[in-house]
């Protein structure tokens, strides 16, 4: 008999200790996965921040937007002759994107302020090249002209001039634009060539701040059939391509990169920039630098990569909201029960062990030793469910990461002005645009941690209640359950 009750208890331990194991165990593997999706959905962010400033910039400062009706916005301008009949045609006007600059000694001024690793300065163009040919028409006489009307001064055109009409004239023109950015090649760790890698060819060398030489997108050179050794042309100037680049995110910065001072010279903008590319020296003082920047270097408008999710729209930012805020909540809700259940559990299997701890107290056991023995068995409970609940969130983001769903993110207009995401700096177009981005869900040993200190904390929180509940049996209650 005594044997049939021990192995009866035993199962019950099992059961009681499977539950508790598998409620810590859910909890612990939700929050893994929140975690590593919301590290994914972060990583995503870095991404279009990448595909517009490069690798490393933590905030980029552009001129302040002129106020409205200060300033009409110059339109570009082309010459013809319209008398050259038949000939082909070309001509290109060379802009700077968003019309709006800074003085190249901005970027030194920028470096100088606390909190600022590297700074470097990048020109920012959009060039318009058209093609084509006038045509001149062929005179067509009417054949009333000159017979109805009679007599000298006669005619409807008067002065005996005929009447008639033009065939066949007109022209044909090709627009084409392209984007232009002047990088400094002294400083090629920073900036938006940083988001792409070399596929073809070589970079720019450190000693080419002057020299007629270009790195095309591997995009652009495909469709304009361009390759390493061959030139492009930008307001008459033919540069040698050296390199064709291949951007990581899938969009690149602009379709053609020249030096410098080369893109200062075609769009005649001696010393002047649009966009300071900032690399800041710790990452949680990204807001300090900020400040700074804002409050000693007037005229500016600094954008940080916090500033870049508030314009990212799309299923990109949707997931985001949902991974911070509904699955925090859940994932804490999820906790707590858990915790609630785990420490229930135990307590209800400590009140039916009653008989065991009050003979135990009996034989003299103190009650912090009883305390201890429940304590110590809820704690094995709670490491039980954490390695349970780490694999399975670990096999959660693996799942998550091998599908990699699609997200987008769509980024907002930036309104024409110099400041903000698009105005001053080198995106493919002032317009919005929309990036895929695939979602991975990477497990970092922090969380791996975190779930460790859950496992441990569910256990004692388990072990607080029925500890408790075991310091105050009585070794009477023990003898009254005797049979």
């Not at 005649?268 to 804002?294: E, N, P």
Request: charged share 20%.
């Amino acid at each position: 008999m005594f044997f049939t009750y021990l192995r009866r208890e035993l199962r019950r331990r099992r059961k009681a200790a499977l539950v508790v194991a598998s409620g810590l165990a859910l909890g612990i593997a939700l929050v893994i996965i929140v975690s590593s999706v919301s590290v994914g959905m972060s990583k995503a962010q870095d991404k279009v921040l990448e595909s517009l400033y490069g690798l490393g910039t933590d905030m980029t400062v552009t001129k302040a937007a002129a106020a409205q009706g200060s300033g009409g916005t110059e339109r570009p301008r082309f010459e013809f002759d319209a008398e050259d009949d038949d000939a082909t045609q070309s001509t290109d006007r060379v802009m700077v994107q968003g019309f709006q600059t800074l003085a190249a000694g901005t970027v030194d001024t920028v470096g100088e302020q606390d909190g600022v690793a590297n700074a470097v300065g990048g020109l920012s163009l959009t060039v318009m090249k058209v093609d084509g040919q006038f045509k001149r028409g062929e005179f067509k006489q009417d054949e009333s002209s000159g017979q109805s009307q009679g007599g000298p001064g006669g005619g409807q055109g008067g002065g005996g001039q005929p009447q008639g009409r033009v065939e066949g004239g007109g022209a044909s023109f090709d627009v084409n634009s392209f984007t232009v950015y002047g990088t400094d090649v002294t400083q090629q760790d920073l900036g938006p060539l940083t988001s792409s890698r070399i596929t073809e060819g070589r970079t720019f060398k450190a000693s080419e701040t002057d020299a007629e030489v270009a790195v095309v997108d591997s995009a652009y050179a495909k469709e304009k059939e361009l390759a390493v050794g061959k030139t492009v042309t930008v307001s008459g100037t033919a540069y040698t391509i050296v390199g064709v680049s291949t951007a990581d995110s899938g969009d690149a910065a602009a379709d053609v990169y020249i030096p410098l001072k080369q893109a200062q010279t075609v769009a005649d903008s001696k010393d002047k920039i649009t966009t300071v590319y900032v690399q800041a020296a710790d990452s949680q003082q990204i807001d300090t630098v900020k400040a700074a920047i804002q409050k000693n270097v007037s005229g500016t408008t600094v954008t940080t990569s916090a500033d870049l999710a508030d314009t990212v729209s799309g299923s990109l930012s949707t997931a985001s909201d949902l991974a911070s805020s509904v699955g925090k909540w859940l994932s804490i809700a999820v906790l707590v029960a858990a915790f609630l259940v785990a420490g229930l559990l135990t307590s209800s299997a400590v009140s039916r062990r009653v008989r065991e701890f009050g003979t135990l107290k009996a034989l003299g056991w103190k009650s912090g030793r009883v305390t201890r023995q429940v304590i110590g068995e809820a704690l094995v409970n709670g490491l039980m469910g954490g390695v349970l609940g780490i694999a399975v969130g670990l096999a959660g983001a693996y799942a998550v990461t091998a599908v990699s769903p699609t997200l987008t993110a769509q980024l907002g207009s930036s309104g024409g002005g110099g400041g903000g995401m698009g105005g001053g700096g080198p995106g493919r177009q002032t317009a919005s645009r929309t990036l895929d981005i695939a979602l991975t869900a990477p497990v970092s040993l922090t969380t791996i941690l975190v779930a460790v200190a859950l496992a441990v904390a569910g256990g004692l929180v388990a072990g607080a209640f029925g500890g408790w509940r075991a310091s105050r049996l009585r070794p009477a209650d023990a003898l009254r359950r005797v049979a």
